[in-house]
């Protein structure tokens, strides 16, 4: 079972980045695939969620508007789009698989892949 966090990198205010989560091991219609970030200092922040049954989508409230997460279930990937980029979305971003959607908390997540940093400097 692993998780697999990449596309991560410096971006410039105002800029987009694509980050990707390669999943494999596991029957992927039973999960959620849910993106958390964690900034220096700060508490871990639930940015996105996806079924991979159905596609239904949740997103955080600091990243609602901004934000699209998709997936591929035959290639077994889920990727999180980022546009309109801040300096507060400067974060390591993992990917977690859950059994239920939450963006408030990250109980229903039982494994996490190693984070991809994003960085949003000028």
């Known amino acids: 079972v692993q998780l697999q966090a990449s596309g991560g990198g410096l971006v410039q205010p105002g800029g987009s980045l694509r980050l990707s989560c390669v999943v494999s091991?596991?029957?992927?219609?039973?999960?959620?695939i849910g993106w958390f970030r964690q900034a220096p200092g700060k508490e871990r922040e639930g940015v996105s969620c996806?079924?991979?049954?159905?596609?239904?989508?949740y997103y955080g409230d600091s990243v609602a508007g901004r934000a699209t997460i998709s997936r591929d279930n035959a290639k077994g990937t889920v990727w999180l789009q980022m546009n309109s980029l801040i300096p507060e979305d400067t974060a390591v971003y993992y990917c977690?698989?859950?059994?239920?959607?939450?963006?408030?908390?990250?109980?229903?997540?039982?494994?996490w892949g190693e984070g991809t940093l994003v960085t949003v400097s000028s």
């Open positions: 977690g698989r859950g059994t239920w959607c939450s963006t408030t908390t990250a109980r229903p997540f039982d494994l």
């Open positions: 091991g596991f029957p992927f219609d039973d999960y959620f």
């Open positions: 996806i079924s991979m049954r159905d596609g239904s989508e």
